[in-house]
């Protein structure tokens, strides 16, 4: 179903748009399904960038399952234009983006909720060169601190309200899997709370900062020099796992 949306979107639209996926939902596959659609039906190329190498290798090898290759462009791994299928890391393509032409088609963005100015420069370079270029991003995350929604119109064609999302990068939401269904459906484990624990270490008085992170000597002084306190957290820890998976 996600796939049936995305494909129906990118037939008749150019705006940007995105799919909401819990860990789980198998984004990796779905990102290979589409562009398997693509190659299949434009004969055009797909540059699929995520963030990182093991996201890379990932992508690319639940694409090759299709029984399409596929080419790498990741400093770490290789540089190759080969295949009309190319996975890569924002940098090394960014670094190289004179190298990427008008016969791509789509840019898919694993982690899209991290639309970096590299990556918003790699799509505005190739859609120089292809003004029909359309961009998808898959997350687990869409929303962000500080800035809300990453897209303008939900699931149901409704506009978020602007307090909701500030200049969000895209226009629709197209599909949405969150994790209660996947734990419904059996793909994810139910969580349990066990309320009856050993004393934890005291992180109430930490606040993040204007750039939303922790200051480290706080964190310092929470954690460090704690081993007794820690060993008993583990062994709590090993006395109610025992048993289980």
Same mark, same amino acid.
């Given at each position: ?11 008749? +639209? ?32 797909? /540059? ?6 093991? /996201?890379?290798?990932?992508? !690319?090898? !639940? ?10 462009? +990741? ?9 009309? @299928? @190319?996975?890569?890391?924002?940098? $090394? ?9 008008? &016969?791509?088609? +789509?840019?898919?963005?694993? %982690? ?11 799509? &505005? ?27 303008? #119109? ?8 602007? $307090? %909701?999302?500030?200049?969000?990068? #895209?226009?629709? /939401? ?12 059996? #793909?994810? $484990? ?27 000597? %706080?964190? %310092? ?8 306190? $820690? ?15």
């Amino acid at each position: 179903a996600a796939v049936d949306a995305a494909i129906d979107w990118i037939k008749r +639209c150019l705006d940007p748009a995105v799919l909401d996926l819990a860990t789980g939902a198998g984004k990796s596959f779905i990102i290979a399904l589409i562009a398997k659609w693509i190659q299949e039906n434009t004969g055009k190329k797909t /540059l699929v960038l995520a963030p990182s190498k093991e /996201l890379v290798e990932q992508d !690319k090898e !639940k694409f090759m399952s299709t029984g399409y290759p596929a080419s790498v462009y +990741c400093a770490s791994i290789g540089r190759c234009l080969k295949h009309p @299928v @190319v996975f890569g890391t924002p940098k $090394t393509v960014g670094n190289a983006i004179d190298k990427f032409g008008s &016969n791509f088609a +789509c840019v898919i963005i694993d %982690e899209g909720d991290g639309v970096t100015p590299t990556v918003k420069n790699i799509i &505005n370079q190739i859609r120089q060169r292809n003004p029909k270029l359309r961009v998808l991003g898959l997350t687990a995350t869409p929303y962000r601190l500080g800035t809300g929604y990453i897209y303008a #119109y939900d699931q149901d064609d409704k506009p978020m309200h602007e $307090t %909701e999302c500030i200049e969000p990068y #895209y226009h629709k /939401l197209l599909y949405r899997v969150d994790a209660h269904e996947l734990i419904r459906r059996g #793909y994810l $484990t139910p969580p349990h709370a066990d309320l009856d624990h050993v004393a934890g270490y005291d992180a109430e008085h930490l606040e993040v900062n204007a750039q939303g992170k922790f200051n480290a000597r %706080e964190v %310092e002084q929470v954690f460090e020099g704690k081993g007794r306190l $820690t060993s008993f957290i583990v062994a709590d820890v090993v006395q109610k796992s025992y048993g289980r998976n």
